[in-house]
C-alpha cells in the first residue's frame, strides 16, 4: 500500500482545503499495513507499521502526523476517504489495544482509488486507545461523504418559497414562444390593480400567471420575491395586451396601501442584503490580498537571509548578486514585510482538543523575533495585540491566549510565563536572564561620588530597549534584589545606587 506524504505548515500543521472541516483526533497512534506499506512521492524502504503519531479525521481525509519529526515532514501520511470502502473496530483483547480496521480501495499501482478504478482491497489498521468515539466520526463522515459535495451558486439575495404561489405545472409554466400561452389563464381585472399599485404590466401579469389568479396580495407577495426576475415578460405582454386594460392615470398610487408598504419592506430587504453580500465580497478579497502579502513578504524573508549569508561569506561589502532581489531595504521596510500576518492561523475547528498546543506552537513561531527584539520580554497585553494583528478576523482570546502560553514547555516552544510580584504578566524568552538586567541597571546609576545618577523608568526603557511597563517591573526586581534605593519625592519616583552595601557591616 502506497500513501500519499502530507504536507505540513512550518509548525507542524496540515493545510487544510477550503470546504474541509475537522471532525476528531486520536493520539498515539500507530499505522499498520496488511503486507507491507510505502509513501510516495520519493518512497522509501517498505514499512510494516509507523509508531508515535496522531490521526487527524476531517471531512475528506485521514491524516496522520509523525510526532518523532515534529514540525518536519518525516512520514506524516494521508488517505482519501473517497477510497474508504469499510470501517471496523475490533476489540481489546488481553494484552492488545483494541484496532480499527480500515478496508481501502486500491488500484493496480497499489494506491488508494475509488471504487470506479479499484481492482483489489486492502486493509490498514490504527492502534490507539480510546477509539470508539473516532470510529463513529469515521462512518458518519464516510455516509456523508463530504468530498462529493459542490459548492452552491451564490445569489444577490435570500430567496424564500411562498406555500400559496404552489401551483400544477399545467398552469405554471413558461415557453420560449408566445402562441404556448392561453390568454384566458390571467385575470385581466388583477393584472389592472397590481398596474394601479405601479407595477408594469410585463410584471404584473407574470405575477398572475405564477400565483394563479388567487389574488392581489399573493401577487404582490410573488412580486416583492422575485422582483429581480425579469425573463419572459414580453411574451406574457404580447399574449394578455388585448385583454388587459389601460388603467387610468388617477389610479397609479406608487406607494399606497399595504401592497405599498409591503413592496417597500421588500426592496429595503433586498439592498441590506445586496449591502451585506458586497460588504462580504468585499472583506473576502482582502483576506485573499492579506494572504498573498504574507506570501509574498516569506519570500523577501528567504531572500534577505539568503543575501545576509552571502554578505558574510563573501565580506562585508558584498552586494546582492540576484537581480530580482530587493536591493538592500531599511530596516523598518524589513520588519514591515516579515511581521504582516500570519497566512493559516490555528482555529478549534481544524485542531479540535489539540488547539491550545497547536496554538502554542504558532504564537512561539510568531513571537520569537518580537521578543527578542524588545529585550527578551514582552508585556502580555502586548502579546494579545500584536497576535491578534496578525491573525486577522480569527482573534484569540485573552483565555485561550493564557492557556496556550502555558503550554509552552509541552509544545517545546524556547518562551515561558513571566510573572512579577506585582501579579503583571509577561512573556519572556528562555536565554532572558534576571542577574544580568539587573547588573545592566546597576551599571545606569553606577558613580564613584555621592549618590551618582538618578534613573526613573523611561530611562530603563530607553537604556534596555524594552516596553515601559516592562521597565518599571524591572527597576521593582532591582530594588528586591537590593541593587537600587527609590526616591519618592516632588519629581515623582527615582531609583539611585544603593550604597548602602557598600558600607561594611562590623560584626
Same mark, same amino acid.
Given at each position: 500500500?502506497?500513501?500519499?506524504?502530507?504536507?505540513?505548515?512550518?509548525?507542524?500543521?496540515?493545510?487544510?482545503?477550503?470546504?474541509?472541516?475537522?471532525?476528531?483526533?486520536?493520539?498515539?497512534?500507530?499505522?499498520?499495513?496488511?503486507?507491507?506499506?510505502?509513501?510516495?512521492?520519493?518512497?522509501?524502504?517498505?514499512?510494516?507499521?509507523?509508531?508515535?503519531?496522531?490521526?487527524?479525521?476531517?471531512?475528506?481525509?485521514?491524516?496522520?502526523? $509523525?510526532?518523532?519529526?515534529?514540525?518536519?515532514?518525516?512520514?506524516?501520511?494521508?488517505?482519501?476517504?473517497?477510497?474508504?470502502?469499510?470501517?471496523?473496530?475490533?476489540?481489546?483483547?488481553?494484552?492488545?489495544?483494541?484496532?480499527?480496521?480500515?478496508?481501502?480501495?486500491?488500484?493496480?499501482?497499489?494506491?488508494?482509488?475509488?471504487?470506479?478504478?479499484?481492482?483489489?482491497?486492502?486493509?490498514?489498521?490504527?492502534?490507539?486507545?480510546?477509539?470508539?468515539?473516532?470510529?463513529?466520526?469515521?462512518?458518519?463522515?464516510?455516509?456523508?461523504?463530504?468530498?462529493?459535495?459542490?459548492?452552491?451558486?451564490?445569489?444577490?439575495?435570500?430567496?424564500?418559497?411562498?406555500?400559496?404561489?404552489?401551483?400544477?405545472?399545467?398552469?405554471?409554466?413558461?415557453?420560449?414562444?408566445?402562441?404556448?400561452?392561453?390568454?384566458?389563464?390571467?385575470?385581466?381585472?388583477?393584472?389592472?390593480?397590481?398596474?394601479?399599485?405601479?407595477?408594469?404590466?410585463?410584471?404584473?401579469?407574470?405575477?398572475?400567471?405564477?400565483?394563479? *389568479?388567487?389574488?392581489?396580495?399573493?401577487?404582490?407577495?410573488?412580486?416583492?420575491?422575485?422582483?429581480?426576475?425579469?425573463?419572459?415578460?414580453?411574451?406574457?405582454?404580447?399574449?394578455?395586451?388585448?385583454?388587459?386594460?389601460?388603467?387610468?392615470?388617477?389610479?397609479?398610487?406608487?406607494?399606497? #396601501?399595504?401592497?405599498?408598504?409591503?413592496?417597500?419592506?421588500?426592496?429595503?430587504?433586498?439592498?441590506?442584503?445586496?449591502?451585506?453580500?458586497?460588504?462580504?465580497?468585499?472583506?473576502?478579497?482582502?483576506?485573499?490580498?492579506?494572504?498573498?502579502?504574507?506570501?509574498?513578504?516569506?519570500?523577501?524573508?528567504?531572500?534577505?537571509?539568503?543575501?545576509?549569508?552571502?554578505?558574510?561569506?563573501?565580506?562585508?561589502?558584498?552586494?546582492?548578486?540576484?537581480?530580482?532581489?530587493?536591493?538592500?531595504?531599511?530596516?523598518?521596510?524589513?520588519?514591515?514585510?516579515?511581521?504582516?500576518?500570519?497566512?493559516?492561523?490555528?482555529?478549534?475547528?481544524?485542531?479540535?482538543?489539540?488547539?491550545?498546543?497547536?496554538?502554542?506552537?504558532?504564537?512561539?513561531?510568531?513571537?520569537?523575533?518580537?521578543?527578542?527584539?524588545?529585550?527578551?520580554?514582552?508585556?502580555?497585553?502586548?502579546?494579545?495585540?500584536?497576535?491578534?494583528?496578525?491573525?486577522?478576523?480569527?482573534?484569540?482570546?485573552?483565555?485561550?491566549?493564557?492557556?496556550?502560553?502555558?503550554?509552552?514547555?509541552?509544545?517545546?516552544?524556547?518562551?515561558?510565563?513571566?510573572?512579577?510580584?506585582?501579579?503583571?504578566?509577561?512573556?519572556?524568552?528562555?536565554?532572558?536572564?534576571?542577574?544580568?538586567?539587573?547588573?545592566?541597571? #546597576?551599571?545606569?546609576?553606577?558613580?564613584?561620588?555621592?549618590?551618582?545618577?538618578?534613573?526613573?523608568?523611561? $530611562?530603563?526603557?530607553?537604556?534596555?530597549?524594552?516596553?515601559?511597563?516592562?521597565?518599571?517591573?524591572?527597576?521593582?526586581?532591582?530594588?528586591?534584589?537590593?541593587?537600587?534605593?527609590?526616591? $519618592?519625592?516632588?519629581?515623582?519616583?527615582?531609583?539611585?545606587? *544603593?550604597?548602602?552595601?557598600?558600607?561594611?557591616?562590623?560584626?
Amino acid at each position: 500500500m502506497l500513501l500519499e506524504r502530507l504536507t505540513l505548515n512550518a509548525i507542524g500543521r496540515p493545510t487544510s482545503a477550503p470546504s474541509e472541516v475537522h471532525q476528531a483526533d486520536l493520539e498515539q497512534t500507530q499505522l499498520q499495513f496488511e503486507t507491507s506499506g510505502n509513501l510516495w512521492p520519493e518512497p522509501g524502504e517498505s514499512l510494516q507499521e509507523l509508531k508515535v503519531g496522531h490521526a487527524v479525521l476531517t471531512s475528506h481525509r485521514l491524516l496522520w502526523t $509523525d510526532k518523532s519529526t515534529s514540525p518536519m515532514q518525516g512520514s506524516s501520511c494521508q488517505l482519501p476517504l473517497s477510497s474508504v470502502h469499510e470501517v471496523q473496530l475490533k476489540a481489546s483483547m488481553v494484552l492488545r489495544s483494541p484496532k480499527i480496521r480500515v478496508s481501502v480501495y486500491m488500484d493496480e499501482h497499489s494506491k488508494p482509488a475509488d471504487n470506479t478504478s479499484s481492482v483489489r482491497i486492502e486493509q490498514l489498521k490504527l492502534v490507539a486507545p480510546h477509539m470508539t468515539a473516532f470510529v463513529d466520526a469515521m462512518r458518519i463522515a464516510l455516509k456523508q461523504k463530504a468530498w462529493e459535495r459542490q459548492q452552491p451558486a451564490e445569489t444577490s439575495g435570500r430567496t424564500h418559497t411562498n406555500p400559496s404561489s404552489v401551483q400544477p405545472q399545467s398552469s405554471m409554466s413558461y415557453s420560449d414562444s408566445s402562441d404556448a400561452i392561453d390568454e384566458t389563464l390571467v385575470d385581466s381585472q388583477l393584472v389592472g390593480m397590481l398596474v394601479a399599485m405601479g407595477f408594469s404590466r410585463e410584471r404584473a401579469a407574470k405575477a398572475a400567471l405564477e400565483t394563479g *389568479n388567487t389574488g392581489p396580495e399573493q401577487a404582490v407577495h410573488w412580486l416583492s420575491e422575485h422582483e429581480d426576475d425579469t425573463s419572459r415578460d414580453q411574451a406574457v405582454l404580447g399574449q394578455i395586451a388585448r385583454s388587459s386594460p389601460a388603467p387610468a392615470p388617477a389610479l397609479r398610487p406608487h406607494g399606497a #396601501g399595504v401592497a405599498g408598504i409591503l413592496r417597500r419592506e421588500a426592496q429595503l430587504a433586498a439592498q441590506n442584503d445586496e449591502s451585506l453580500e458586497q460588504a462580504f465580497k468585499d472583506l473576502n478579497g482582502l483576506m485573499a490580498k492579506a494572504a498573498e502579502m504574507v506570501e509574498l513578504a516569506e519570500r523577501f524573508r528567504a531572500t534577505m537571509a539568503a543575501q545576509k549569508k552571502a554578505a558574510q561569506q563573501e565580506g562585508e561589502g558584498a552586494q546582492p548578486t540576484d537581480p530580482d532581489a530587493q536591493q538592500w531595504m531599511d530596516s523598518e521596510m524589513q520588519a514591515e514585510l516579515v511581521h504582516m500576518g500570519i497566512a493559516s492561523p490555528v482555529t478549534k475547528a481544524e485542531t479540535g482538543a489539540r488547539y491550545h498546543q497547536e496554538l502554542a506552537r504558532q504564537l512561539g513561531q510568531f513571537l520569537g523575533p518580537q521578543v527578542d527584539k524588545v529585550g527578551g520580554m514582552m508585556a502580555m497585553a502586548d502579546v494579545y495585540c500584536l497576535f491578534n494583528r496578525a491573525r486577522g478576523t480569527e482573534l484569540v482570546s485573552p483565555d485561550d491566549l493564557l492557556q496556550a502560553c502555558s503550554c509552552f514547555p509541552q509544545a517545546g516552544v524556547p518562551l515561558r510565563i513571566k510573572e512579577f510580584s506585582t501579579g503583571a504578566l509577561a512573556v519572556q524568552s528562555q536565554s532572558h536572564s534576571t542577574e544580568q538586567v539587573c547588573a545592566r541597571i #546597576g551599571q545606569l546609576v553606577a558613580s564613584d561620588e555621592g549618590l551618582g545618577p538618578a534613573v526613573t523608568a523611561s $530611562d530603563v526603557a530607553s537604556a534596555l530597549t524594552v516596553p515601559l511597563p516592562i521597565a518599571s517591573e524591572h527597576l521593582l526586581t532591582a530594588e528586591n534584589r537590593g541593587v537600587v534605593c527609590r526616591d $519618592d519625592g516632588p519629581e515623582g519616583l527615582r531609583f539611585f545606587r *544603593n550604597f548602602f552595601s557598600d558600607i561594611p557591616i562590623a560584626v
